[in-house]
């Protein structure tokens, strides 16, 4: 028997929680929902959901600060949910290390859409951790099996799920242009949309991780007009 895989839905709307609850449990899976951070926290105490889908304006903790109480011990799947006309917020919230995001009102067959997207993502990536152990890469080493990289003047850095996909897909494609579309695929499960800015601001996330400021020879290049590469020789370890 395969169990279904289990949604948190944290949001302080009860019509949008009973809505979630009902067209995604008929889509195959098990929802259990919050009103906010508190009931949220009870809730993770004793589940184990494989994605969470956050509201930004919530009662008490909003869902930035929930989104960074999260990533301090979980890379879970993160979508938040952001009023359609507020850039700066979905901007925020990718820097805090969500995964994606969807604007309300929303389309219950879009966030379908992009859940099993980022739920596909997360079993790839779960899949190739058991080929290789260490990916080590200019002056790191990635731990493909804690999601953990290594610095060799031994700094250690945590990475967010979204975090982890992008390096890994510029990791399997050193010194590749990889154009914004190709990112947004791998890394959300959808292309790029006009004008969206995630992809750049996921891009300067990863950067501060790798202290990729500019001051030597970057890692990761703009290559204007077309996209992003990452200039470094890869090598695997078991």
Request: hydrophobic share 35%; charged share 30%; with cysteine.
């Amino acid at each position: 028997m395969v169990l279904a895989k289990q949604l948190l839905v944290v949001d302080d709307d009860q019509e949008i929680r009973n809505l979630l609850q009902q067209y995604l449990s008929k889509s195959g899976f098990d929802v259990i929902s919050a009103n906010d951070g508190e009931e949220m926290t009870k809730l993770l105490e004793t589940n184990d959901p494989e994605l969470i889908i956050l509201d930004i304006m919530l009662p008490g903790d909003d869902g930035f600060t929930l989104c960074q109480q999260i990533r301090r011990t979980s890379n879970v799947p993160i979508i938040m949910l952001t009023a359609n006309s507020d850039e700066m917020d979905r901007i925020v919230g990718l820097e805090l290390g969500a995964d994606d995001y969807i604007g309300k009102p929303f389309n219950p067959r879009e966030l379908l859409a992009r859940i099993k997207a980022l739920l596909r993502r997360s079993q790839v990536t779960a899949n190739s951790q058991h080929n290789t152990r260490y990916i080590r890469f200019g002056q790191w080493r990635l731990d493909t099996q804690n999601q953990q990289l290594e610095h060799q003047d031994g700094d250690k850095l945590e990475l967010s799920s979204s975090d982890y996909r992008l390096l890994q897909l510029f990791l399997q494609h050193p010194n590749e242009t990889l154009d914004r579309d190709t990112i947004s695929d791998a890394t959300r499960g959808r292309e790029s949309l006009p004008m969206e800015r995630g992809i750049d601001v996921q891009i300067s996330r990863l950067r501060q991780r790798l202290k990729d400021d500019g001051s030597q020879t970057r890692l990761i290049r703009t290559i204007r007009g077309v996209g992003y590469m990452m200039v470094t020789q890869v090598s695997h370890e078991a």
